[in-house]
Every structure is written in C-alpha cells, then in structure tokens.
C-alpha cells in the first residue's frame, strides 16, 4: 500500500482549519509537505503527526498507521 497524500484543502477539511493556516505552518517548518506545481501534498502521516503535535489525538485510527510500508 502507498502513503496516501492530501492536498491542501482536503488537508485543511479534514483538520477543521483554513488552507492559510496550513500554508503558514509548512513555511515556518512546523508541517512538512511537497509543493508540486502550485498545490501542496501532505502526507497521511504527516498530517497525523502535525495534529498530534498541535494537541489533538489521532485522525486515521491506529490501524491505518502502525505499517505504512503495506
């Protein structure tokens, strides 16, 4: 199984946050993500991890992340 990405307004939907404010914390470094042409990827984990370090528990459920390599 392939990581799954987001785009950045799926990102910001599934957070419950402005696109904005994702685009404010993958320039200060806070949240990693790949630019490609004009939108931004950010991945399953990524996003979850970035939540999680923002105070909120788990998105996807522990079962979706444990292997992310299947």
């Known amino acids: ?26 320039k200060s470094g806070k949240l990693k993500a790949a630019k490609i042409r004009k939108d931004y990827r950010i991945g399953k984990i990524e996003l979850e991890r970035f939540f999680q370090a923002m105070g909120g528990g788990r998105l996807f459920g522990e079962n979706n992340l444990k292997n992310p390599n299947k």
């Not at 199984?1 to 993958?26: E, N």
């Open 1 to 26: 199984m392939k990581q799954q990405a987001y785009s950045l307004k799926d990102s910001a939907s599934i957070l419950g946050v402005h696109p904005d404010t994702l685009r404010r914390a993958i």
